[in-house]
């Protein structure tokens, strides 16, 4: 029998892969048969894994996700290149934190241009292409996974642009997925909760550990390699049948939510 969550044949495009949570997706991906699109504004760090990945399995390319164009210049030299891409992992973000009334307008805008706006630039450059395949006949895998957050469930203290941009990233989830889920295209949410990465290191100090593990019944945090799985879970045709979804990997943080 076929592994059911293979992903042999697909190209994936990863954004934010030069490190944490989109190194570790990229790194599995291949291992399924997939070949990673690295996307990130580190070019030291996606070239690297690139090149450790290997031509045959990875490409790179380098800007920001906040840029429309790049965007746009990306996912057609993605597809030039590889004929198709079958798969998106919408997972660039910055922390910017701040007390609500304290938080400059520039910190509040920056983050929704990476975690919201970026997302948007990104799912709407990938959709059209695979929104173009299923008008061509192409019946080949078609799925984009969102990053979210228990902070776009729940809310944090001190990060109102993060939990408003990873809010806002599950309604397009849901809204996109009722336009394209017919045409073959499906859309989903991963929410996670605290994932021991460089990114979330700056808030993870005794005190917060220490409230937030009390909230969580299986009593840890999670690291990049456990949550890729069900990233890649989503991507494959093991999900085939799911959209329009927010899949909760928190370790039980938002059991009732």
Same mark, same amino acid.
């Given at each position: 029998?076929?592994?059911?969550?293979?992903?042999?044949?697909?190209?994936?495009?990863?954004?934010?892969?030069?490190?944490?949570?989109?190194?570790?997706?990229?790194?599995?991906?291949?291992?399924?048969?997939?070949?990673?699109?690295?996307?990130?504004?580190?070019?030291?760090?996606?070239?690297a894994l690139a090149d450790e990945l290997g031509a045959?399995?990875?490409?790179?390319?380098?800007?920001?996700?906040?840029?429309?164009?790049?965007?746009?210049?990306?996912?057609?030299?993605?597809?030039?290149?590889?004929?198709?891409?079958?798969?998106?992992?919408?997972?660039?973000?910055?922390?910017?934190?701040?007390?609500?009334?304290?938080?400059?307008?520039?910190?509040?805008?920056?983050?929704?241009?990476?975690?919201?706006?970026?997302?948007?630039?990104?799912?709407?450059?990938?959709?059209?292409?695979?929104?173009?395949?299923?008008?061509? &006949?192409?019946?080949?895998?078609?799925?984009?996974?969102? =990053?979210? #957050? @228990?902070?776009? +469930?729940? /809310?944090?203290?001190? $990060?109102?642009?993060?939990?408003?941009?990873?809010?806002?990233?599950?309604?397009?989830?849901?809204?996109?997925?009722?336009?394209?889920?017919?045409?073959?295209?499906?859309?989903?949410?991963?929410?996670? &909760?605290?994932?021991?990465?460089?990114?979330?290191?700056? =808030?993870? #100090? @005794?005190?917060? +550990?220490? /409230?937030?593990?009390? $909230?969580?019944?299986?009593?840890?945090?999670?690291?990049?390699?456990e949550v890729s799985q069900p990233v890649c879970f989503?991507?494959?045709?093991?999900?085939?049948?799911?959209?329009?979804?927010?899949?909760?990997?928190?370790?039980?943080?938002?059991?009732?939510?």
């Amino acid at each position: 029998m076929k592994n059911p969550m293979s992903l042999e044949g697909n190209n994936i495009i990863v954004t934010g892969a030069g490190q944490g949570i989109g190194e570790a997706v990229s790194r599995l991906v291949v291992d399924l048969g997939g070949r990673a699109i690295l996307v990130d504004l580190q070019g030291d760090k996606i070239n690297a894994l690139a090149d450790e990945l290997g031509a045959d399995k990875a490409e790179a390319y380098v800007g920001s996700v906040a840029e429309p164009g790049f965007v746009q210049e990306m996912v057609n030299q993605a597809v030039a290149k590889n004929g198709a891409v079958h798969g998106l992992v919408n997972n660039a973000g910055i922390v910017r934190a701040a007390m609500a009334h304290k938080m400059p307008i520039d910190t509040w805008q920056q983050v929704i241009d990476v975690n919201l706006s970026g997302v948007f630039y990104c799912l709407q450059a990938v959709g059209r292409h695979m929104l173009d395949r299923y008008k061509d &006949g192409d019946t080949s895998p078609a799925s984009i996974v969102n =990053i979210s #957050s @228990d902070a776009g +469930r729940r /809310g944090t203290i001190g $990060q109102i642009n993060y939990g408003a941009a990873k809010s806002g990233v599950m309604g397009l989830t849901m809204r996109a997925a009722r336009e394209w889920s017919g045409k073959g295209v499906r859309i989903n949410t991963i929410c996670f &909760g605290v994932v021991e990465t460089e990114m979330t290191e700056t =808030i993870r #100090s @005794d005190k917060f +550990r220490e /409230g937030v593990m009390a $909230q969580v019944p299986m009593g840890r945090f999670s690291d990049p390699e456990e949550v890729s799985q069900p990233v890649c879970f989503l991507l494959s045709q093991a999900a085939s049948y799911i959209t329009g979804q927010h899949l909760s990997v928190n370790g039980g943080y938002t059991i009732g939510v």
